[in-house]
């Protein structure tokens, strides 16, 4: 009983404590001493801000654990967002290295006496030596069987035995070039020459 009484007691006399201050304040304001305003204002200022650091502490708590679980959250996203990247590369990674050989499969290469060596052309379904030939940009006369002229040089230019004459892999082929397909890795080579 004795503690309930001391505390109410101690309340009762901070309270006539604070009303006493407040007052004083009041009439020193109105008195218009200047002096007194502010050593008055300074004390209500001081008993406002004890009250508001208690109550910033609180805030600035709360806030610094807000803070943190945002930290947190935006870590594991972060985590999230790079293992994503790291298998979206792993993937695009392996599918560059199973591409590759198909890729490589694809192409022949086409060699033209006074035009080109070693073109790479990529090859399209049902490609002939004369086909390659026809998409490697130089500028064909002739049938499918039978070329006439390459880039402005044509049979018989050198002679009666003259012309165009072709060569699949080293090995010249018994067929015309409309007829003899072509495989990825083929390498083509066209000559002009003076005696068939």
Known sequence: MNEKKMRKRNFTFAALLLIMVFALCMT??????SETDDVAKNEVKAEQTAEGNADSKDTKNEQDEEAAVKKEDKKETAQKTESQKTTQKSEQATQKETQKPTQAKQVCYISIEGYCS????SLQGGDTAYSVLCRSGA??????????????????????????????NGSKPSVGCGSCSIKAGDSIKWDYVTSY
């Open 28 to 33: 020193l304001i109105s008195c218009g001493g």
């Open 118 to 121: 070693g073109k790479e052309i």
């Open 139 to 168: 500028s064909v006369s002739g049938s499918g069987n039978y070329i006439k002229g390459i880039n402005g040089r044509f049979e018989f230019d050198e002679g009666p035995t003259s012309g165009w004459v072709y060569y699949v």
